[in-house]
Nanobody, 125 residues
């Protein structure tokens, strides 16, 4: 299980960096997905970085392209989601999770897990 942290309250146009940490296993063996769930909405994929063996390719939901950046720091066993130019519609609980079945990055939350507690991002003035 991964732990996401770094959320908070930010004004529209602001930035946050979310972090995803693991203990007991190496993240670079897995694709790591960032998902979010807004109140009353389904969970949706936001970004994904493939495993090191798949060259750590990055993928972004259309709504966040050009604003969000996913990255790895293998020395710290961490994955990050840098979020810039935040909008109110980015408000959600954000989760990170590993690729369960080693199929690489998909937008299907059922391909990822287990899910941790998530971190709340609120974009509001």
């Amino acid at each position: 299980q991964l732990q996401a942290f770094g959320g908070g309250l930010v004004q529209p146009g602001g930035s946050l960096r979310l972090s995803c940490a693991a203990s007991g296993f190496k993240l670079d063996y897995y694709a790591i997905g960032w998902f979010r769930q807004a109140p009353g909405k389904e969970r949706e994929g936001v970004s994904c970085i493939s495993s090191m063996s798949r060259d750590s390719k990055t993928y972004y939901r259309e709504a966040v392209k050009g604003r969000f950046t996913i990255s790895r720091d293998n020395t710290k066993n961490m994955v990050y989601l840098q979020m810039n130019s935040l909008k109110p519609e980015d408000t959600a609980v954000y989760y990170c999770a590993t690729d369960r079945y080693n199929v690489g990055c998909t937008w299907d939350g059922d391909d990822f897990g287990p899910w941790g507690q998530g971190t709340l991002v609120t974009v509001s003035s």
